[in-house]
């Protein structure tokens, strides 16, 4: 549970602001789509290859 202290006189729009900005860091919400369905393990390592090709490129290209 996410607890937000509101400081007196704080507006409620910035407290709104502060809650949603954690709650996006604790990544609820991407884990409850991600068990919405169930990937193979081997599509799971295919994926994390394919992400790591990608950003060794993107940092190999920022060394040129």
């Given at each position: ?45 295919r ?18």
């Amino acid at each position: 549970m996410l607890i937000i202290p509101v400081k007196e006189g704080e507006n409620i729009d910035r407290a709104l602001k502060r809650f949603k900005r954690k709650f996006d860091r604790t990544g609820t919400m991407r884990q409850l789509r991600q068990r919405k369905q169930f990937t193979k393990p081997s599509i799971d390592r295919r994926q994390q290859v394919l992400k790591a090709r990608y950003v060794q490129r993107l940092r190999d290209l920022e060394d040129l």
